[in-house]
């Protein structure tokens, strides 16, 4: 990637108009099913399959790569706070590394070793949080192994200083 495709992540994304965050294509506008006439085709999702970690967590390596700007860390501690704000619901608690706490986690580690955002409390708590989910399924996206690749992320991640 180069300042062109980092110039495209943070610019010419589909962004939410009041936080600034990252849209990801509603499940209800996906072909094949029907689109409530007062539903939105995009919306924000947290998680790092189709929402806002995932954008994370890319900036995050990137940052590690020194490919970075001053709007990149602003853009980066925006989706992190509003990451740690959000309310507990059955969606968001799942324990996955694709889709859940894990993968959550996950971009914030990389956010934190690419430099883009303090280690905090919060944000230390969130972590260990996301990391004691309950392992009822057994894979990578939603489940135990998810929670491993995290566990081992997380655990790394946290033994290395931001740049």
Partial sequence: M?????????????????????LSSSFTSHAGLAVDDNASAYEIRPDANRGVAGV???LGRLARLD???????EQV??????????PSTAE??????HFGRAGIAMAMVEALSGGLI????????????ALAG?????????????????????????????Q
Avoid at 67 to 73: I, S, V
Avoid at 92 to 97: C, E, K
Wanted: glycine share 12%; with cysteine.
């Fill in 92 to 97: 968001r608690n799942l324990p996955g590394l």
């Fill in 67 to 73: 490919m970075t700007t001053p709007e990149t860390r």
């Fill in 2 to 22: 180069d300042e062109r495709g980092l110039a495209g992540i943070l610019h010419d994304t589909i962004k939410d108009e009041g936080s600034g965050l990252w």
């Fill in 77 to 86: 501690q925006r989706a992190v706070q509003w990451l740690l704000r959000q």
């Fill in 134 to 162: 309950p392992l009822d399924w057994p894979g990578l996206t939603h489940g135990a192994a998810g929670q491993g690749v995290a566990k081992l992320g997380v655990t790394r991640g946290s033994q290395c200083s931001p």
């Fill in 118 to 129: 303090e280690r905090t409390s919060e944000l230390d708590a969130f972590m260990a949080d």
């Fill in 56 to 58: 994370v967590y890319l």
